[in-house]
């Protein structure tokens, strides 16, 4: 079992910037790929980004080249930097990593873009 705790979040202007991170714990050494999904009031669930181990990300085409990922295999976190935000970026966001037989969410944290 892996278990994961995220942090930060809250709200944010348009424009600016805010991060959220996810720590593992339990099996975490287990873990092959951790990223970050996202939820917006009345819509599914999309990807964000993912790492895998070698640290390569992969991110959705709307947030490549303003949200960078960042994980922490020696301490088990993952990082999602969030640089200028828009207001459509607001939504629950839940880190999510893997295991070889597993897929592992957290309890979301919230993020607001609004003035």
């Known amino acids: 079992q892996v278990q994961l705790v995220e942090s930060g979040g809250g709200l944010v202007e348009p424009g600016g910037s805010l991060r959220v991170s996810c720590a593992a714990f339990?099996?975490?050494?287990?873990?092959?790929?951790m990223g970050w999904y996202r939820q917006a009031p009345g819509k599914q669930r999309e990807l964000v980004g993912v790492t895998v181990t070698d640290g390569t990300a992969n991110y959705a085409p709307s947030v490549s080249g303003r949200f960078t990922i960042s994980r922490d295999d020696y301490h088990h976190t993952v990082t999602l930097q969030m640089n200028s935000l828009k207001t459509d970026n607001t939504a629950t966001y839940y880190c999510v990593t893997n295991t070889a037989s597993e897929h592992y969410w957290g309890q979301g944290t919230q993020v607001t873009v609004s003035f």
């Open positions: 339990g099996r975490a050494s287990s873990i092959y790929g």
